[in-house]
């Protein structure tokens, strides 16, 4: 499988890409470095396992590198929350334009299959921490 990881120097992204080597799959991630680090990922790259391309998925030049991609792992967020409140047109534009822009790449692709994270923000603030799966009441506020 070809799997395509937006995102993949970041701390979920580059354990993610850490499984997809290991199970055998080629590898594509797309990063802008903003908040992943490139040392997540360096003995991938180093190896010759992965293809890193450093790009901003507001910007052009990564829409074809979907191509050849079975899946895409969209893991590629700004999750600074506090932030979005300083500046909710930047948070929208990175976390928002940016998936819409990802789902319009698939399209004109052809690529059929995604993975969508999100964080455990959408559940509020836990009692417990840390939270257990099974904690009780929390249910989605927010998406």
């Given at each position: 499988?070809?799997?395509?990881?937006?995102?993949?120097?970041?701390?979920?992204?580059?354990?993610?890409?850490?499984?997809?080597?290991?199970?055998?799959?080629?590898?594509?991630?797309i990063d802008n470095l903003s908040t992943g680090d490139l040392r997540n990922i360096?003995?991938?790259i180093d190896s010759g396992a992965i293809r890193f391309v450093r790009e901003d998925l507001l910007g052009e030049g990564w829409q074809d590198l979907?191509?050849?991609?079975?899946?895409?792992?969209?893991?590629?967020?700004?999750?600074?929350?506090?932030?979005?409140?300083?500046?909710?047109?930047?948070?929208?534009?990175?976390?928002?334009?940016?998936?819409?822009?990802?789902?319009?790449?698939?399209?004109?692709?052809?690529?059929?299959?995604?993975?969508?994270?999100?964080?455990?923000?959408?559940?509020?603030?836990?009692?417990?921490?840390?939270?257990?799966?099974?904690?009780?009441?929390?249910?989605?506020?927010?998406?």
């Amino acid at each position: 499988m070809n799997a395509v990881v937006t995102g993949g120097a970041g701390f979920i992204g580059s354990h993610l890409v850490d499984a997809l080597v290991e199970r055998g799959d080629g590898v594509t991630v797309i990063d802008n470095l903003s908040t992943g680090d490139l040392r997540n990922i360096g003995g991938h790259i180093d190896s010759g396992a992965i293809r890193f391309v450093r790009e901003d998925l507001l910007g052009e030049g990564w829409q074809d590198l979907f191509r050849d991609a079975d899946r895409i792992y969209h893991i590629a967020a700004d999750p600074d929350v506090r932030a979005s409140a300083g500046n909710p047109a930047r948070i929208y534009a990175q976390n928002v334009t940016a998936t819409v822009r990802v789902l319009e790449a698939m399209r004109k692709a052809g690529t059929r299959e995604i993975v969508f994270t999100s964080t455990s923000t959408v559940y509020g603030e836990a009692e417990t921490i840390p939270t257990p799966e099974k904690y009780p009441g929390m249910e989605p506020i927010s998406i």
